[in-house]
T-cell receptor, first 115, second 113 residues
Framework: AQSVTQLDSHVSVSEGTPVLLRCNYS??????LFWYVQHPNKGLQLLLK??????LVKGINGFEAEFKKSETSFHLTKPSAHMSDAAEYFC?????????????FGGGTRVLVKP | NAGVTQTPKFQVLKTGQSMTLQCAQD?????MSWYRQDPGMGLRLIHY???????DQGEVPNGYNVSRSTTEDFPLRLLSAAPSQTSVYFC????????????FGSGTRLTVV
C-alpha cells in the first residue's frame, strides 16, 4: 500500500520569496516520487521526478526537491517565487509495477503568489 | 502534436444517462489510466491498463467500465450517470517502468444533473 500526505493545503508567498511545499509518503515498495503542477482549468504537468538516483532532484522552472528516506519526505522548493507559479501542486508516489505503476496523489497544495 | 487527447472537454448528463469519455495517445505507451479529480481529494484512480486487452480496477471503479482493444485508445464508460460522478476526469499514459512519469490529457469536465 502507498499513501501521500501534503502537509499544507494552501501556501501564500510574496513574489521573489522562497517557496516550500511539504510532502510525506509511505510505500511498501521502493517508490518513485513525482511533483506535478496544475494551473487553473488545465491538465497536470510533470515538474520533476525522483527515481532512486540523486536525492536532490532539479525540475523545470527553477523547482527542486530532496528525497529523504529516513524522514519519508519529498519536499518541493523554489528559491524565488514568480507570479506564474500560482497553481496547485501535487506530490505523487508511484510503485508496484504489477499494478501499472499506479499513481497515488496527495491532496494538493494550492499556491498563492502575492505581488 | 504527440500527447494524450481527451474528448469531449465538457459534458452535461442527466441522471441515468450513459456516455463514453474518449482517450487516445500517440506515444506508444503501454500503461494508461483514468483518474477523477474532486476538490480537496487530489486525483483518484478509477481504472488502469498495462497493455492492450488488460485492464484492472483502481481505487474508485464503481459505476465505470473500461476496455483496451488497442494500445492507443482507452475509453471510459459511465453506465448510468449519477450526480456523485460529477467531476473532472483525466486520462494519462506512460511507458512501462516505474521511473517514467505519466503524461496527462487536458481533462473532461462532467456534470450530472
Amino acid at each position: 500500500a502507498q499513501s501521500v500526505t501534503q502537509l499544507d493545503s494552501h501556501v501564500s508567498v510574496s513574489e521573489g520569496t522562497p517557496v516550500l511545499l511539504r510532502c510525506n509518503y509511505s510505500s511498501s515498495y521502493s517508490p518513485s516520487l513525482f511533483w506535478y503542477v496544475q494551473h487553473p482549468n488545465k491538465g497536470l504537468q510533470l515538474l520533476l521526478k525522483y527515481t532512486s538516483a540523486a536525492t536532490l532532484v532539479k525540475g523545470i522552472n527553477g523547482f527542486e526537491a530532496e528525497f529523504k528516506k529516513s524522514e519519508t519526505s519529498f519536499h518541493l522548493t523554489k528559491p524565488s517565487a514568480h507570479m506564474s507559479d500560482a497553481a496547485e501542486y501535487f506530490c505523487v508516489v508511484s510503485a508496484d509495477k504489477a499494478a501499472g505503476n499506479k499513481l497515488t496523489f496527495g491532496g494538493g497544495t494550492r499556491v498563492l503568489v502575492k505581488p | 502534436n504527440a500527447g494524450v487527447t481527451q474528448t469531449p472537454k465538457f459534458q452535461v448528463l442527466k441522471t441515468g444517462q450513459s456516455m463514453t469519455l474518449q482517450c487516445a495517445q500517440d506515444m506508444n505507451h503501454e500503461y494508461m489510466s483514468w483518474y477523477r479529480q474532486d476538490p480537496g481529494m487530489g486525483l483518484r484512480l478509477i481504472h488502469y491498463s498495462v497493455g492492450a486487452g488488460i485492464t484492472d480496477q483502481g481505487e474508485v471503479p464503481n459505476g465505470y467500465n473500461v476496455s483496451r482493444s488497442t494500445t492507443e485508445d482507452f475509453p471510459l464508460r459511465l453506465l448510468s450517470a449519477a450526480p456523485s460522478q460529477t467531476s473532472v476526469y483525466f486520462c494519462a499514459s506512460s511507458y512501462a517502468g516505474q521511473n517514467y512519469g505519466y503524461t496527462f490529457g487536458s481533462g473532461t469536465r462532467l456534470t450530472v444533473v
